[in-house]
């Protein structure tokens, strides 16, 4: 069994139309894992398996696949690049130990590459870069580089120079071992790279960015900064072990370049893989009680996806430690009860093969299972353990949907709760005014795609009502001094709770929705009682006076209180902390919020002017304006709300020349 140190769990991450799911079709394809190199134009692709995906030409689900390469094996995961499906990302991240993140090289960092990195961050996943689309126009590697050291914070290390410009783009010169790479005619048939000296037009600009790339690893690595001083230069040995340091702690970012349509690049940027990005051993354990990637340590595993088909149930895994073998028992510490492993299952994407065990290190597929949801944790059950769960998102949009045949309404509350179990970022719930099923998520296209789901998979003819916004609710201005006393006295002991709170809004420097603290003195309030107080406003915030939305950036201060040797518990301040907090926010000047969302539109320059009136009318604000090659770049902040329908507008006004892309950015005052 090959050992987790030849093993690399990586993902590809990137803006929409980056190019990630060719350059995973790429990777299949030289691999050996494919003998047909699939494209996203033709709907042939293995990853974008989908329907949904193969018609509207994106990535809508994470999918992932093996292959091998230079005696490792790669377990990809090949990752949405729209931000309605953020969700997918995020559970992703949260199971891999390193990623390829792919930037177009007319664009440079676009504004879902720059989420994206920074869920890695959260994440701390250790990311390489690759530039790709250098063979179009405009495509240049400098101001691409240079977006990624001003727009994401990084230090880019590029360690390779193109070989020609644009549709001249034929190679790469490997800065580190000053060799030529170079893919002639027979490359678009898959024929790999020709290895050479470098080409004597580039010599001189290569041993400069050699000469600069061996000075900025110094100033950042010790080793490194030592052999420079001593020698005035780095040998080939010592830049790839500072580089791939530099890259696990995340001080640098190494960056490739190529284009993976035209099979240029795809060699080196497999080699850099298996070089730079960490293997499951070469990161700290999931807990300080757990040895890293130990097939021998008792079995941990995190379930990060649940796929539900017409064949069964999948539970996709990444084992963290010890080995699962099929027909194994393990504890779900999650839902508090074993389930039996009756088969262990290798993927590639919508394909399967059968397997006898996972070990330490290894993503796989699982069925047996049937009441493991995503972000559970799986172990042995005599060594229990909890896993921290994937963050989920809150949804932003909301819609009605009801069966148009009420005999199909049965039928319609299953495939929903089936759609949830699969995408936790969709939530399932009933409007309390109209007793309408209400289907919630991340944005218009992801409610789109789980509405034709429900017509494809389950064969259900929908009806839709109008796209909602998610709104909150905060505080202009709070009060101070609110005392309430939460007194019951029904037979037997009671409840008695004292307490006093000041309640104001939080700072825009505060990242967090909710801050509690207790200045009682003299312990008028015991510790175990404010924090029931503080879990009592929690659930307080769930509905505001305004319109019943979630409350948020509030600060809730106990200043005061008493209690009773008999009737005060926990229970009684929690309703104490509830009722109190409701009081509050009744008595403060309350603001209505609304989700906006940063707008990034393209459009050709002559319709500029018909594009910024209609984002005014929108009541969008307009944070930048860049122009490149007869093309207007806009940024623009935007309610929501506002953007219902705005493809089809921005279609009909620029002649079907005009594209957006949006990234949440917050909520502000309704207008």
């Known amino acids: 069994m090959r050992t987790s140190a030849h093993l690399r769990n990586l993902g590809i991450l990137a803006h929409v139309d980056a190019g990630k799911t060719t350059l995973t079709e790429r990777f ?27 018609d509207r030409g994106i990535t809508i689900f994470s999918a992932a696949v093996s292959c091998e390469w230079a005696g490792h094996r790669l377990n990809l995961i090949d990752t949405p690049g729209h931000v309605d499906f953020a969700g997918e990302v995020e559970r992703a991240l949260r199971v891999l130990d390193g990623a390829v993140a792919v930037f177009d090289g007319v664009a440079g960092v676009e504004p879902q590459s720059e989420s994206v990195w920074r869920q890695a961050d959260r994440h701390g996943v250790p990311r390489i870069a690759f530039v790709n689309k250098l063979d179009r126009a405009g495509a240049d590697l400098d101001k691409a580089v240079a977006s990624l050291r001003t727009r994401l914070g990084t230090v880019p290390l590029p360690v390779q120079l193109p070989i020609g410009r644009e549709d001249a783009f034929t190679g790469v010169v490997d800065l580190v071992r000053m060799r030529a790479y170079e893919w002639p005619g027979g490359a678009a048939q898959g024929e790999g790279p020709v290895e050479g000296p470098v080409p004597d037009a580039l010599r ?6 050699r000469r600069a790339l061996d000075e900025q690893v110094a100033e950042l690595h010790p080793a490194a900064l030592e052999e420079f001083c001593a020698k005035g230069a780095l040998s080939a040995e010592t830049l790839v072990a500072a580089l791939r340091d530099l890259t696990l702690s995340g001080e640098a970012t190494v960056v490739l370049c190529g284009s993976a349509y035209r099979n240029r690049g795809v060699e080196p940027l497999l080699d850099a893989v298996t070089a730079y990005l960490p293997a499951p051993a070469d990161l700290p354990p999931v807990r300080p009680d757990r040895h890293p990637a130990d097939p021998a340590a008792p079995f941990t595993a995190l379930a990060f996806k649940v796929g539900v088909t017409s064949t069964g149930r999948m539970t996709y895994l990444r084992v963290y430690a010890g080995t699962l073998r099929k027909g194994d028992t393990v504890l779900d510490t999650t839902a508090g009860r074993t389930e039996r492993v009756a088969r262990i299952l290798r993927v590639q994407a919508d394909r399967t093969t059968e397997t006898e065990l996972a070990a330490a290190g290894d993503i796989v597929a699982v069925v047996g299972p049937k009441s493991t949801r995503s972000g559970a944790t799986l172990c042995a059950p005599d060594a229990p353990v909890v896993l921290e769960e994937p963050e989920r998102a809150d949804p932003v949009v909301s819609v009605a949907v009801e069966a148009r045949r009420g005999v199909d309404t049965g039928r319609l509350a299953a495939g929903l709760a089936r759609l949830a179990e699969e995408d936790p970022s969709l939530v399932v719930g009933t409007d309390p005014e109209s007793g309408q099923t209400v289907l919630s998520g991340l944005g218009e296209l992801h409610l789109e795609v789980t509405v034709e789901k429900l017509r494809q998979a389950q064969d259900l003819d929908v009806v839709v009502g109008r796209p909602r916004v998610g709104y909150r609710e905060t505080v202009a201005r709070g009060v101070t001094g609110l005392t309430y006393r939460h007194v019951k006295q029904d037979g037997g002991a009671g409840q008695f709770a004292h307490v006093v709170i000041d309640l104001e809004p939080l700072t825009e420097e505060n990242e967090e929705d909710f801050v509690f603290r207790s200045t009682v003195v003299g312990g008028r309030v015991p510790p175990l009682f404010a924090r029931a107080v503080e879990a009592g406003c929690r659930d307080a915030l769930a509905e505001g006076p305004l319109g019943g939305h979630r409350v948020t950036g509030v600060r809730v201060t106990l200043t005061d209180g008493s209690t009773h040797v008999k009737d005060s518990s926990e229970l009684a301040f929690r309703a104490a902390g509830r009722f109190a907090l409701r009081e509050a926010l009744r008595a403060s000047e309350m603001t209505l919020l609304e989700p906006v969302a940063e707008v990034t539109v393209t459009v050709p320059e002559d319709a500029v002017g018909t594009v910024l009136g209609d984002l005014a009318a929108r009541r969008g604000r307009v944070t930048g304006s860049t122009t490149r090659g007869g093309t207007a770049v806009l940024t623009a902040t935007v309610p929501l709300a506002e953007l219902f329908g705005y493809a089809s507008r921005l279609r009909s006004r620029t002649q079907g020349r005009g594209t957006f892309t949006t990234r949440p950015a917050g909520y502000a005052p309704a207008g």
Not at 35 to 51: A, I, L, M
Not at 204 to 209: C, L, Y
């Open 204 to 209: 001189e600009q290569a041993a400069h960015r």
């Open 28 to 54: 299949l394809y030289l691999t050996g894992a494919t003998h047909k190199r699939g494209e996203v134009h033709d709907g042939t692709t293995v990853t974008d398996f989908d329907p949904q995906e193969r």
